[in-house]
């Protein structure tokens, strides 16, 4: 690996660092961040099926409230720079990436508590109504989480293609990467077991058994099953006597709306 | 719709927000989780947002001071959503700044108020539906190898994520307290219900689709009238009983170790454990 390319490899790194804090334009999804680790590393396409790859395990990662998801932005570069240079099989880069997210996530707490330290700088800024200090606090706290990602992804892009590395991956035993690859055939249940968690409503558990059922017996495609799963939405919301007295508000709101923007 | 008219009448000394302040607002509010921290999470974003508009609306240093003191109080929500929260904070400093009776108490309280039931609606809607959603059909796309997939996800979510923010912080700001009123009425609500139908709906077939366990042990061997060799394995019964059966038992474990407050990693490195050692014992494949 050129200098050119740890530097774009840790600039990535640091953007995706930043992602994952704001989970606004989702560049610390393995999707996005393995994509991008390929493209600077030379190796497109192998970036792409990591990032699926691991996306399927990440999908029920999410910051919901005050509760932290494992960090996936450290996961999805790390793993990706190991298996594009390190050459590891696919296999062993989701089998990477999970102690990793471990790991981010401990830093990504260290972090957040560090900017405890800024939110009482920024107090201090208030009284004095100095805009630009609060804003340089804000800043500051951003930027620490695209360093605590940028850091450890530029150490492993300078030894990665070492043999050292590639021998200690090359150690584990065929019993663990194999037993590995078999578990990440199902450990993405974790991830689907929060998202229905979150959703939960027993009434609305059918929905989930009928989708279950029909993808069970059927060869529908996702496509498919997401028109199928709108209908539902629809016929149950249309039927639903709970709502016959609020669609009419509803459309009484609408008509109050339509004359506000006449005026 | 008064107080609209009274706005429009008296155009000189009224307070009011350019167009170019909105759009700084928007852009600002794009890092709203930046600082997050654990002592209250989102609020020097939230903070930071408000800026164009202190600095618009009010001239006075102490006006000033009491206005980013005001807005660096805890606050945390969905982030797309909170453009909504937003908008309505702008409007009611507006209607402050503008001479209205309006006191520290119900700005918090409007924020505090609308941050919950929005995080509420937006937590469910884009972590639980459109990203899963949106993912699961990138990934599908990226595992074949095609750059459609990062680009579908990509593209998707942002444009939902953009139509959020812009369309929330217009709203909010348009519509002021009205927002308020309006989280009684049942139009949220038959949004956040159907997209818990559509999303359940979705995972119910994701956990049967794109889950694979193989427990290829063998039950009986034995051959047939025919000549032909019959084996008999534990995955053979299970899928003549229901296919996917043993990825929807492992679903529900995880929910009821996960309500349980186990921590997620904790299952994580459990199942990883389950694999090698069932590998290991020859009874997963």
Redesign the interface.
């Given at each position: 690996m050129n200098a050119m390319q740890i530097v774009l490899v840790t600039l990535v790194a640091a953007i995706a660092g930043m992602g994952s804090v704001l989970d606004e334009r989702q560049t610390h999804r393995p999707l996005i961040a393995c994509t991008l680790i390929g493209l600077v590393l030379g190796d497109l396409k192998t970036g792409i099926i990591l990032g699926g790859t691991l996306e399927m395990l990440a999908l029920g990662w999410m910051n919901v409230g005050a509760a932290m998801a494992p960090d996936a932005a450290l996961a999805s570069v790390i793993s990706a720079i190991l298996v594009i240079v390190g050459k590891q099989s696919i296999g062993e880069g989701i089998a990477i990436a999970i102690p990793i997210a471990a790991a981010g996530q401990v830093l990504t707490i260290f972090v957040r508590t560090i900017t405890v330290f800024f939110q009482h700088k920024a107090d201090k800024f208030a009284e004095d109504a100095n805009f630009r200090g609060i804003e340089m606090c804000h800043i500051a706290g951003l930027l620490l989480q695209g360093i605590r990602v940028a850091v450890p992804a530029c150490v492993v892009a300078m030894v990665a293609g070492t043999s050292a590395v590639t021998n200690a991956l090359n150690a584990i035993p065929d019993v663990i990467t194999r037993g590995l690859q078999i578990s990440g055939g199902f450990i993405v249940v974790v991830g689907y077991a929060m998202v229905i968690n979150m959703m939960e409503a027993k009434a609305l558990m059918p929905f989930f058994f009928l989708g279950f059922v029909v993808a069970s017996f059927t060869g529908f495609n996702l496509i498919g099953l997401g028109i199928l799963g709108a209908c539902a939405a629809i016929f149950f919301i249309q039927l639903n006597p709970k709502y016959h007295k609020s669609m009419n508000q509803v459309a009484v709101a609408n008509v109050s709306e339509d004359e506000l923007e006449g005026l | 719709?008064d107080n609209?008219?009274r706005l429009a009448g008296e155009v000189v000394n009224e307070k009011q927000l350019t167009k170019q302040d909105i759009r700084s607002i928007n852009f600002r509010s794009?890092?709203?989780?930046?600082?997050?921290?654990?002592?209250?999470?989102q609020?020097?974003?939230f903070?930071?947002s408000m800026?164009p508009a202190?600095?618009r609306l009010y001239t006075k240093?102490e006006d000033?001071?009491a206005a980013?003191?005001r807005h660096?109080e805890f606050f945390?929500t969905q982030?797309w959503v909170g453009s909504a929260v937003i908008g309505v904070t702008v409007a009611m400093e507006q209607e402050r700044a503008n001479g209205a009776p309006i006191d520290d108490a119900s700005i918090s309280g409007v924020k505090v108020g609308l941050m919950g039931p929005l995080?509420g609606v937006g937590?469910?809607i884009f972590?639980?539906?459109a990203?899963?959603?949106l993912?699961?059909?990138?990934?599908?796309?990226?595992?074949?190898?095609?750059?459609l997939?990062?680009l579908v996800?990509?593209g998707g979510?942002?444009l939902s994520?953009f139509l959020t923010r812009w369309y929330g912080l217009k709203y909010g700001y348009e519509k002021g307290t009205e927002i308020v009123k309006?989280m009684d009425?049942?139009?949220l609500?038959?949004l956040t219900?159907?997209?818990?139908?559509?999303?359940?709906?979705?995972?119910?077939?994701?956990?049967?689709?794109?889950?694979?366990?193989?427990v290829p042990y063998e039950l009986s061997r034995y051959t047939n009238t025919a000549g032909q060799e019959v084996v008999t394995t534990v995955q053979s019964v299970l899928d003549s009983l229901?296919?996917?059966l043993?990825?929807?038992l492992?679903?529900?474990a995880?929910?009821k170790?996960?309500?349980k407050k186990v921590n997620?990693?904790h299952?994580?490195?459990a199942?990883?454990a389950?694999?090698?050692?069932?590998?290991?014992w020859g009874i997963?494949?």
């Open positions: - | 719709m609209a008219q794009t890092f709203l989780l930046g600082s997050f921290n654990f002592e209250r999470m609020s020097m974003g903070c930071v800026i202190i600095k240093k000033q001071v980013l003191k660096l945390n982030p995080a937590d469910p972590w639980g539906t990203r899963p959603v993912a699961a059909l990138g990934a599908s796309l990226a595992i074949a190898g095609s750059i997939g990062p996800f990509f979510i942002n994520r309006d009425g049942g139009r609500q038959k219900q159907g997209a818990s139908i559509l999303g359940l709906f979705v995972m119910g077939s994701l956990v049967s689709k794109w889950t694979s366990i193989n229901l296919p996917g043993l990825p929807l492992l679903t529900f995880c929910m170790l996960l309500k997620a990693m299952i994580i490195f199942l990883f389950i694999g090698i050692l069932g590998f290991k997963l494949a």
